[in-house]
């Protein structure tokens, strides 16, 4: 499968899918405020974004959404793995990146601390199973997808461990290695653009950009009211949750599909180069949008019993799951 395929398949689902990136299955209803935002809807990272800001004068508030847009567009030229030209395919080609920007580091540095407080189940370096995947299941038409040897040997490429980062350098330590931030860049902008609005003296905003941040600082009006779809069904509610001055992002794998059946999805689990997540769905609220997203994509691999034992260190941070049996839960 080539990379202008798979741009296009996110791109196609996200918007079928609603307000979001793939996967995404929120609505948001406004209640209680008493002065109208300016609202943006519009396409960011590949996919529906939407903007909330309250700010008196209109004309700034648009000025404001245009400086958004270009800073989405400049971070892109950085995480996409889907632009031949940008920093990180440039590194995923050469297996090096001198004079790395300042944010690839960055996100990097975040990426690496989720792999270990995930015990290596959030893993940057499972682009090389997405890879083998397409390539599989395009060339020869089998649903199954590689085989367990092609499997073991794309395996030999996984481990985060194995990227070194420096101001000077990021390398990557195994030949053929590659990278993908689809985990936690949307995240990471979606907090960028939050910053950026609120240092340009902003105190009440709703960011969309692929993940959902929340920012009111004076809390004079009531919360946002986030709905938690179905991956099934769009019109089935699964829960409906307060947003205030939080973020909340959904991981599921059948959002983005690699076979017919919807069997393989997107996300591996690099111990077994699986791409079979243990739920439905799993939905994160955090106090930021990139841990929440890093987060969605690790518990969708995590037993439920690790996942109670990882909240622990995480105090704040709420989890709901969709079961294999439908059972949509709370973790606690």
Same mark, same amino acid.
């Given at each position: +499968?080539?990379?202008?395929s798979?741009?296009?398949f996110?791109?196609?689902?996200?918007?079928?899918?609603?307000?979001?990136?793939?996967?995404?299955?929120?609505?948001q209803?406004?209640a209680?405020?008493?002065?109208e935002?300016?609202?943006?809807? @519009?396409?960011?990272l590949?996919?529906?974004?939407?903007?909330?800001?309250? #700010?008196?004068?209109k004309?700034?508030?648009?000025?404001?959404?245009?400086?958004?847009?270009?800073?989405?567009?400049?971070?892109?030229?950085?995480?996409s793995?889907?632009?031949?030209?940008?920093?990180?395919?440039?590194?995923?080609?050469q !297996?090096?990146?001198?004079?790395?920007?300042?944010?690839?580091?960055?996100?990097?540095?975040?990426?690496?601390?989720f792999?270990?407080?995930?015990? !290596? %189940?959030?893993d940057?370096?499972v682009?090389?199973l997405?890879?083998?995947?397409?390539?599989?299941?395009?060339?020869?038409?089998?649903?199954? /997808?590689?085989?367990?040897?092609?499997? &073991?040997?794309?395996?030999?490429?996984?481990?985060?461990?194995?990227?070194s980062?420096?101001?000077?350098?990021i &390398? %990557?330590?195994?030949p053929?290695m590659?990278?993908t931030l689809?985990?936690?860049?949307?995240g990471?902008?979606t907090?960028?653009?939050t &910053?950026?609005?609120?240092?340009?003296?902003?105190?009440?905003m709703?960011?969309? +950009? @692929?993940?959902?941040?929340g920012?009111?600082?004076?809390?004079k009006?009531?919360?946002?009211?986030?709905?938690?779809?179905s991956p099934?069904?769009? #019109?089935?509610?699964?829960a409906?949750?307060?947003?205030?001055n &939080?973020?909340?992002a959904t991981?599921?794998?059948? @959002?983005?599909?690699?076979?017919?059946k919807?069997?393989?999805?997107?996300?591996?689990?690099?111990?077994t @180069?699986? /791409?079979a997540?243990?739920?439905?769905?799993?939905s994160?609220?955090?106090?930021?949008?990139?841990?929440?997203?890093?987060?969605?994509?690790?518990?969708?691999? +995590?037993?439920?019993?690790?996942i109670?034992?990882?909240?622990?260190?995480?105090? /704040?941070?709420?989890?709901?799951?969709?079961?294999?049996?439908?059972q949509?839960?709370?973790?606690?």
């Open positions: +499968m080539k990379a202008i798979r741009r296009r996110l791109s196609i689902a996200a918007a079928s899918a609603g307000i979001g990136l793939v996967p995404a299955w929120y609505r209803a406004l209680g405020v008493a002065q935002p300016v609202i943006w809807q @519009g396409i960011a590949g996919a529906d974004a939407q903007l909330r800001i309250y #700010h008196e004068d004309q700034e508030a648009h000025r404001l959404v245009q400086r958004v847009l270009d800073e989405v567009t400049r971070l892109e030229r950085i995480f793995i889907y632009q031949e030209d940008s920093a990180l395919s440039r590194l995923n080609a !297996g090096y990146l001198d004079q790395p920007p300042k944010e690839l580091l960055q996100l990097l540095s975040r990426s690496h601390y792999s270990q407080l995930s015990q !290596g %189940l959030f940057p370096s682009q090389v997405w890879n083998l995947y397409a390539q599989s299941l395009a060339e020869t038409k089998l649903q199954s /997808g590689p085989n367990q040897a092609a499997i &073991e040997q794309a395996l030999k490429k996984v481990d985060y461990q194995k990227v980062l420096s101001a000077e350098r &390398e %990557l330590l195994v053929g590659q990278l689809n985990g936690i860049a949307q990471y902008i907090d960028r653009v &910053e950026l609005l609120r240092q340009a003296g902003l105190d009440r709703l960011v969309n +950009m @692929g993940e959902i941040r920012l009111d600082k004076l809390e009006e009531a919360p946002w009211q986030v709905s938690i779809r099934f069904d769009d #019109h089935a509610l699964l409906r949750v307060a947003l205030r &939080e973020a909340i991981s599921a794998g059948s @959002g983005t599909p690699l076979d017919a919807g069997q393989i999805t997107h996300l591996f689990n690099p111990s @180069g699986l /791409g997540p243990l739920y439905h769905s799993v994160v609220i955090a106090e930021d949008a990139t841990t929440a997203d890093a987060l969605s994509t690790a518990f969708s691999l +995590m037993p439920l019993a690790q109670k034992e990882s909240l622990k260190a995480l105090p /704040g941070v709420q989890v709901y799951v969709l079961d294999q049996d439908q949509f839960l709370k973790v606690v």
